[in-house]
Nanobody, 126 residues
Framework: QVQLVESGGGLVQAGGSLRLSCAAS????????MGWFRQPPGKEREFVAA????????AYADSVKGRFTISRDNAENTVYLHMNSLSPEDTAVYYC???????????????????WGQGTQVTVSS
Protein backbone atom coordinates (compact mmCIF):
# COMPACT_ATOMS: atom_id res chain seq x y z
CA GLN A 1 0.00 0.00 0.00
CA VAL A 2 1.39 3.35 -1.05
CA GLN A 3 1.79 5.83 1.77
CA LEU A 4 2.70 9.47 1.34
CA VAL A 5 3.49 11.61 4.36
CA GLU A 6 4.02 15.34 3.97
CA SER A 7 5.91 17.55 6.39
CA GLY A 8 7.52 20.97 6.52
CA GLY A 9 4.50 23.24 6.42
CA GLY A 10 4.08 26.18 8.74
CA LEU A 11 3.73 29.93 9.06
CA VAL A 12 6.12 32.16 7.14
CA GLN A 13 6.27 35.84 6.28
CA ALA A 14 5.86 37.07 2.73
CA GLY A 15 9.12 36.80 0.85
CA GLY A 16 10.26 33.86 2.94
CA SER A 17 10.99 30.25 2.05
CA LEU A 18 9.87 26.79 3.08
CA ARG A 19 10.78 23.27 2.06
CA LEU A 20 8.08 20.65 2.03
CA SER A 21 8.94 16.95 2.18
CA CYS A 22 6.94 13.93 1.05
CA ALA A 23 8.13 10.59 2.38
CA ALA A 24 6.91 7.80 0.11
CA SER A 25 6.68 4.14 1.11
CA UNK A 26 4.99 0.90 0.18
CA UNK A 27 6.27 0.56 -3.37
CA UNK A 28 9.32 0.93 -5.53
CA UNK A 29 8.72 4.35 -7.01
CA UNK A 30 11.09 4.22 -9.96
CA UNK A 31 8.13 3.91 -12.34
CA UNK A 32 6.06 6.64 -10.74
CA UNK A 33 5.36 10.29 -11.24
CA MET A 34 5.12 12.43 -8.12
CA GLY A 35 3.18 15.65 -7.81
CA TRP A 36 2.50 18.51 -5.45
CA PHE A 37 -0.94 20.09 -5.37
CA ARG A 38 -2.44 22.75 -3.13
CA GLN A 39 -5.89 23.79 -2.00
CA PRO A 40 -6.29 27.44 -1.00
CA PRO A 41 -9.09 28.32 1.45
CA GLY A 42 -12.46 28.10 -0.28
CA LYS A 43 -10.98 27.00 -3.60
CA GLU A 44 -10.45 23.80 -5.52
CA ARG A 45 -7.27 21.76 -5.36
CA GLU A 46 -4.79 22.86 -8.00
CA PHE A 47 -1.60 21.58 -9.58
CA VAL A 48 1.71 22.99 -8.37
CA ALA A 49 4.54 20.79 -9.65
CA ALA A 50 5.35 17.27 -10.80
CA UNK A 51 8.45 15.16 -11.35
CA UNK A 52 9.31 11.88 -13.05
CA UNK A 53 11.07 9.61 -10.60
CA UNK A 54 13.25 8.26 -13.43
CA UNK A 55 15.06 11.03 -15.24
CA UNK A 56 13.79 13.81 -13.04
CA UNK A 57 11.97 15.85 -15.66
CA UNK A 58 9.65 18.41 -14.11
CA ALA A 59 6.54 20.50 -14.74
CA TYR A 60 5.26 23.56 -12.92
CA ALA A 61 2.16 25.67 -12.70
CA ASP A 62 2.69 29.12 -14.19
CA SER A 63 1.97 30.71 -10.81
CA VAL A 64 5.01 29.09 -9.19
CA LYS A 65 7.54 28.94 -12.03
CA GLY A 66 10.82 30.50 -11.02
CA ARG A 67 9.89 30.41 -7.31
CA PHE A 68 9.25 26.74 -6.53
CA THR A 69 11.46 23.75 -7.29
CA ILE A 70 10.47 20.10 -7.09
CA SER A 71 13.15 17.47 -6.53
CA ARG A 72 13.49 13.90 -5.35
CA ASP A 73 15.97 11.88 -3.35
CA ASN A 74 16.03 8.34 -4.70
CA ALA A 75 17.88 6.90 -1.73
CA GLU A 76 15.44 8.40 0.77
CA ASN A 77 12.28 7.85 -1.32
CA THR A 78 11.45 11.47 -0.64
CA VAL A 79 10.13 14.25 -2.84
CA TYR A 80 10.70 17.88 -1.94
CA LEU A 81 9.07 21.16 -2.83
CA HIS A 82 11.38 24.10 -2.30
CA MET A 83 9.33 27.29 -2.10
CA ASN A 84 10.93 30.72 -2.35
CA SER A 85 9.55 34.27 -2.52
CA LEU A 86 6.34 33.15 -0.88
CA SER A 87 3.31 35.42 -1.00
CA PRO A 88 -0.04 35.32 0.84
CA GLU A 89 -1.53 33.87 -2.37
CA ASP A 90 0.52 30.73 -1.73
CA THR A 91 -1.41 30.05 1.48
CA ALA A 92 -2.99 26.61 1.13
CA VAL A 93 -2.95 23.01 2.25
CA TYR A 94 -0.24 21.33 0.18
CA TYR A 95 -0.67 17.71 -0.86
CA CYS A 96 1.78 15.17 -2.20
CA UNK A 97 0.46 12.76 -4.83
CA UNK A 98 1.70 9.76 -6.81
CA UNK A 99 0.70 7.83 -9.90
CA UNK A 100 2.20 5.06 -11.96
CA UNK A 101 3.96 6.36 -15.02
CA UNK A 102 2.46 5.03 -18.26
CA UNK A 103 4.32 7.54 -20.40
CA UNK A 104 6.95 10.22 -20.06
CA UNK A 105 4.30 12.94 -20.07
CA UNK A 106 3.76 14.43 -16.63
CA UNK A 107 0.14 14.63 -15.54
CA UNK A 108 -1.00 17.91 -14.04
CA UNK A 109 -4.59 17.13 -13.05
CA UNK A 110 -5.85 15.95 -9.68
CA UNK A 111 -7.82 13.18 -11.39
CA UNK A 112 -4.59 11.78 -12.79
CA UNK A 113 -3.19 10.83 -9.40
CA UNK A 114 -4.49 7.96 -7.32
CA UNK A 115 -2.36 8.19 -4.20
CA TRP A 116 -2.49 11.19 -1.88
CA GLY A 117 -0.97 12.31 1.37
CA GLN A 118 -2.88 13.93 4.21
CA GLY A 119 -1.66 17.45 3.43
CA THR A 120 0.38 20.06 5.25
CA GLN A 121 -0.70 23.63 5.92
CA VAL A 122 1.34 26.52 4.55
CA THR A 123 0.35 29.98 5.73
CA VAL A 124 2.08 33.08 4.38
CA SER A 125 1.50 36.29 6.30
CA SER A 126 1.72 39.71 4.69
Amino acid sequence: QVQLVESGGGLVQAGGSLRLSCAASGRTFTNYHMGWFRQPPGKEREFVAAIRWIGGSTAYADSVKGRFTISRDNAENTVYLHMNSLSPEDTAVYYCAARQAYSKVLVTTTAGYNYWGQGTQVTVSS
